[in-house]
Structure formats: structure tokens, C-alpha cells
């Protein structure tokens, strides 16, 4: 991005971000009451809480998320795609995550000019990879990688030398972010590479775009399909509001006036948990066991059906399905499956996932057990990967971290630029909220 269009995008954030602003400033000392909160959400992980200011995204129980208001499947239709390709470019998620608006394909291709220029990771952070145990999980790699990454934040050298308005914090974030974003995928397929294969990370194509590129970097195959697969994967996992594990992590981090290299390192290592970003490897995995179990036999609905009930007597539970807030089929769900139905519909992985769509929500809102019986996201992504020959399931989370990136930095830029405090939520003792049971006064039969 010539210094003419990094002005461009700055003016367009304070555009969309100016009236928000005053919006906030209005709005900071109102004392209005938002919701009451029940002894049950305290003690069920703030669930339901309305509780922070997220701008660039929200997640409606029924419709799944949105980008800056528009729907992830409409927002997928208007953003531009790369030259041949079919999938919306994540560059063009991550402006319009920034500014709200859908950008032209000129600019998408100025953003890719710009993460391309930032792309070299210094010399200290490739020995800081190289030093580390291959036998270490991907996502521990990566963490330690972000944070050696911090020696070069523009902000924390601002602050240090007390050169910086507060006003201005947004801008040191932002340059942050992007030099964030244009090397995370360099130091992810570094990480591919050196774990599962030769340690030689192909040669960098400043003539592909970002996500086309990082699969060009990971040397799996040459399909441009492939290309394709990833970037709808980086585009549709880019925000999912700010309330989820490693949203809310870095937003509270970023809260501290931790640069951006802090804060997704630190978001990051909640990604790797298995309630959240490693869901994705634990579904292929479940999917290849099933494969393995039923021995050849043909995946229809109702051998599925009868696998599902049999599993669930069991106590197992069956990943992939389900949502902490959804409450309806996950959109990012809906436009992988019509990815996968197009492009590898006789994968016999994809059958199974495919016969999986079929026959477990029957079952689990039989059981009664699952508020949300349909499909999310992590229930085919793993098998997308899989079928274009990226096997190793432990890194598919690495991927989830590059996409993710995209809103948490957006997140930070917005949440500098808005002038948000440090969070600081007040926490209760068990005692507290017995007491609080026993004053509540009874109702009435």
C-alpha cells in the first residue's frame, strides 16, 4: 500500500469511526440499565452478559455472524475475489472490518501491496522457531513467535519515549496490526514446514494475494482450489464478535494498552483451547475414528443414526455440533459445505460429514441434551483440509489463528480509536451470591 493509500485507510476508519466516537462519548456516562444478570450467568462464564463494545461484528442466535452489519454469506457475495477464483479475499474482510465499507478491487489488491511490503520476518524470530522442540504443538509455537515479534511494535516504542497523544494510540495500533497480519501466515507455514516436512518454506509470491499466497507457502499441492479453500477458510473465521475466548483475551490484554503483539499472542493461547480453536482438530479426528469404526460400511443416515445414538449412551459427545450462542445451522458451516458439495463430493470423508448433516441433529434434540443440535463451523473444515493434503490435524488451529487475526486487530484499532478503558470486571465470592439468593424476595404461587 503506497503511503497514499495507508493515508486512504486511515481516512476511511476516522470516516466510519468519527460519528462512533461521539456516539461513545455520549453514551459512557448513561446509567441506563442494559440487562439484569442472574446468579446462573455469574457462575456459567458470563454467558448472555452484555457486557463489552464490539463494532466490527455481531452474532445473532438465528442468523450467525455479521461483518460490520452485513451477513458473513452476503458479505462473502460483495467482496472482491481473486483473478479466477471464487472466494471472497480476506484482505477485503479485513477493510471492511476497519472502515464498514466493501472495498473496490483496487484497493483489495493496494491492502495485498501493503502485507506483501510488511512480509519479512526478522532474522531473530525465525532462529526463536528453529530453537524450538518440533515435537511442540503448532499453536505453542506460534504463540512464542507473536510475542518475539514485539521488539518491533511502533506503539510500545511511541509510548516508551512518551511521543504518542492518547488520541493517537489507534494509529500505532493499526501500523502494528498490519505488520502483524503480513507475517503471521510467513510464520505459520515456517512452523508447517519445520514440524511436518522438510523445514524449506517455499519462496514468498508477491504476485498471488495474502491467503493465496499463504497456501503457496505451506507447499502443500499447487490446486489452485486449494488457494481458493484457504481463502474462504481465512475469510469466513476473520471476526466472530468479541465475546468468544481469544477475542475477549486480546481485547482485555489491548484494554492494558498492550500492544497488538501482546494481545494475540495472549489470544492466541486461549484459540488453543479445546472448547474453542482446537475443536477443528478434534472433529476430523472424530471423523477419521468413525471412518475407521464402521470398517467400510457405507456412511447412509441410518447407520449414522444409529453410530450417533450408540455414542451418545456412551457419555462420549459428539464434537462438531452445537454452538455456544448459535442456536440454527452456522452460516460458515453453510458456505463450506456448499464448497465442499462442489468441489469433492466423493470425498469419503465429506460423505460422512455430508450423512453427519443428516442424521445427528435428529438425534441430539431427541436427547434433549443440546440447546443447539445443528452443525458449526469446526464440523467440516478439518475435512476440506484434509482432501487437498493437509493431513496434520494439529495445525489446523495455526490456520483458525491466521484467519482470527484479522478481527482481533480490527478489534484493537477500533477499541484505541473509541477510547475504551482498561476492563476491569468486579468478581464475587460464592458467599456473595448466597447471600444475594437468600435476600431476593420470593415469588409468589
Known sequence: MAPSTMALLKERILASGKPLQEKIGKLKANNTVVQTITVEQVIGGMRGINGMVTETSDLSA??????????????????????????????????????????????????????????EVPASVMATIDSLPKTMHPMTQLSIALLSLQPASKFADA???????????????????????A?????AAKIYRRTFKDGVVPASRKDLDWAGNFANILGVNN?????????????????????????????????????????????NCGLAGPLHGLANQECLQWLNNTMKELNGKEPTVEVITEF?????????????????????TDPRYTLEHDFAKKHMANDPTFKLADACLQAIPPVLKASGKAKNPFPNVDALSGTIMQYYGLKEANYYTVIFSVSRAIGVMSQLVCARLFGLPIERPNSVTIGFLE????????SKL
Open 62 to 119: 438465528m442468523d450467525g455472524i455479521k461483518y460490520r452489519g452485513i451477513p458473513l454469506k452476503d458479505a462473502c457475495k460483495v467482496l472482491p475475489t481473486a483473478k479466477g477464483g471464487e472466494a471472497a479475499l480476506p484482505e477485503g474482510a479485513l477493510w471492511l472490518l476497519l472502515t464498514g465499507e466493501v472495498p473496490k478491487s483496487d484497493t483489495v489488491t493496494a491492502v495485498t501491496a501493503e502485507l506483501h511490503a510488511r512480509e
Open 159 to 181: 509510548y516508551g519515549k512518551g511521543s504518542v497523544k492518547k488520541n493517537d494510540y489507534w494509529e500505532l495500533f493499526l501500523e502494528d496490526a498490519m505488520t502483524l497480519l
Open 183 to 187: 507475517q503471521i501466515p510467513i510464520i
Open 223 to 267: 490446486d489452485e482450489k486449494f488457494k481458493d479453500a484457504i481463502r474462504l477458510y481465512l475469510t469466513i473465521h476473520a471476526d466472530h464478535e468479541g465475546g468468544n475466548v481469544s477475542g475477549h483475551t486480546a481485547h482485555t490484554v489491548g484494554s492494558a494498552l498492550s500492544d497488538p503483539f501482546y494481545a494475540w499472542s495472549a489470544g
Open 308 to 328: 450417533a445414538k450408540k455414542t451418545l449412551s456412551e457419555g462420549k459427545v459428539i464434537p462438531g455440533f452445537g454452538h455456544a450462542v448459535l442456536r440454527n
Open 435 to 442: 447471600d444475594v439468593v437468600k435476600k431476593a424476595p420470593k
